[in-house]
């Protein structure tokens, strides 16, 4: 079976590799020289993020990543003179040449915008699809889910971070020959280093076939920073009749977004907070691309539920969480899922508590009260209920579930079997 990362904390690999190049000390930087605060200037409206500045691979160690199919031309940015402009996330990072991008993955080289993260996935990871979570898509069935490194936002709570806040050099060694996994290895992966390991877009949709999962997760970091490489597996595995699952913070650009929603089945939004200011402190990023992602994929039809962390100090106010709610109801309906998340010390945030459960009662409570049909609990033992699937018709409970696992299931067809109201989301 393929290495497993937890549920958020992959850790095997980056480690390793991060000692093995001894990669330290980051060229961390806001944007510096003339051009680049010119176009700053220029762009003002927009908003760049800060970027890696000079950091791109260089000279032998290039060629090699290059050479193992692991840099392929970024398909959404803007050529600014001798600049760069990446268009894929509210980031707009603005790169002279060999810089590198906020999110760690794409770098100006050679007059092109190239993302380093293709092809090579860091964690991958047969789980069931509860675990995502995605409650109201294919229930019971595993879905094969992967994730290179990178993320666009620096949120202090990330229980990723060792993915998410890497470098992909800093999970993946190109030197030495190639080993490309397909469904063949999958009896040997023991033998198999996954810093070295190549997994193409058709060896990902193979192994997801040969692994019985009816869907893929494009998972554990934020796949917009791999938006190539999750594109092209997507519209491979949609050919074969397997379906794509993007779980994801949301903040991206219109024009990828709309590319993205072509080929995906279902995603889960993680909406971090309703509020611009804590966006900021505690996640680096804004909140009201996330809300008109929510609309797009509302618009595009594609099914989605969203996830809330509720974190002590920062997100557990119920001031805020009516806000979100009335704004849910009000712009979506009242059918989308929305999964309440407890918070466990991480990261950044290792001083607070975990989220105390009266307070995740009472966010239920509000969701449940502005309207929201389905609301949920995760990461919550205490709340036995908390991933029960009520039916809005005759508010008989339907989904019963235990953790990831489905203890009762009275969906028949897509609807209640004891009133037959018919329940949002694809059931198979
Ligand atoms: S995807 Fe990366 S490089 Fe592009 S704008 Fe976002 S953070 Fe910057």
Redesign the pocket.
């Known amino acids: 079976m393929v290495q497993e990362p937890q549920r958020e904390l992959p850790t095997r690999y980056s480690r390793r590799a991060a000692l093995k190049f001894g990669l330290g000390g980051l060229a961390c930087t806001l944007c510096g020289g003339a051009g680049v605060y010119y176009i700053a200037e220029k762009f003002r409206s927009v908003g ?2 800060d ?1 890696f500045k000079k950091d791109a691979p260089a000279g032998p160690f290039w060629e090699e990543w290059q050479a193992q199919g692991w840099a392929c031309e970024a398909r959404h940015y803007l050529k600014l003179g001798r600049n760069i402009q ?8 603005l ?1 002279e040449p060999e810089d590198r ?3 760690r ?2 770098v100006h080289k050679d007059g092109k915008l190239y993302t380093l993260a293709y092809a090579n996935p860091c964690a991958f990871h047969v789980d069931p699809i509860e675990k995502k979570p995605l409650l109201h898509f294919l229930p019971e069935t595993p879905v094969f889910s992967i994730a290179t490194s ?1 993320c ?1 936002l620096r949120c202090l709570n990330c229980q990723n971070w060792d993915i998410s806040q890497r470098k992909p050099e800093e999970t993946k060694d190109p030197r030495g020959l190639p080993v490309r996994l397909t469904p063949s290895q999958l009896n040997s992966l023991g033998d198999v280093d996954p810093s070295h390991v190549t997994m193409l877009p058709e060896d990902v949709v193979d192994l997801a076939t040969c692994l019985d999962c009816p869907s893929i997760a494009y998972t554990y970091s934020e796949p ?2 791999w ?1 190539e490489y999750m594109m092209d597996t997507a519209r491979l595995a949609r050919a074969k009749d397997i379906k794509n699952c993007w779980i994801t913070c949301g903040s991206i650009q219109n024009e990828p977004l709309l590319e993205l929603c072509k080929v995906i089945d279902a995603a889960n939004v993680n909406l971090k907070s309703f509020d611009e200011d804590i966006y900021r402190d505690l996640n680096t990023g804004k909140l009201e691309p996330v809300l008109a992602t929510l609309e797009t994929l509302k618009r595009e039809g594609v099914w989605f539920e969203v996830t809330n962390l509720v974190v002590p100090t920062y997100t557990d106010k119920p001031e805020m969480i009516r806000r979100m709610c009335d704004w849910l109801f009000d712009n979506l309906g009242p059918d989308y899922p929305l999964h309440f998340s407890r918070f466990h010390p991480a990261h950044k945030l290792t001083h607070l508590p975990p989220t105390p459960v009266d307070t995740l009662d009472e966010a239920r409570d509000i969701a449940r009260s502005a309207g929201l049909h389905f609301v949920y609990v995760g990461n919550c033992q205490e709340i036995p209920d908390g991933e029960t699937t009520i039916c809005p018709g005759c508010r008989k409970p339907i989904i019963r579930r235990n953790y990831f696992s489905v203890l009762s299931n009275d969906i028949v067809a897509g609807k209640c079997k004891w009133c037959g109201t018919k329940i949002a989301g694809i059931w198979g």
């Open positions: 760049s993020a970027v990446c268009k894929l996330c509210p980031n707009e990072c790169l991008g906020h999110c993955n794409r990178g666009c917009i920073v938006f």
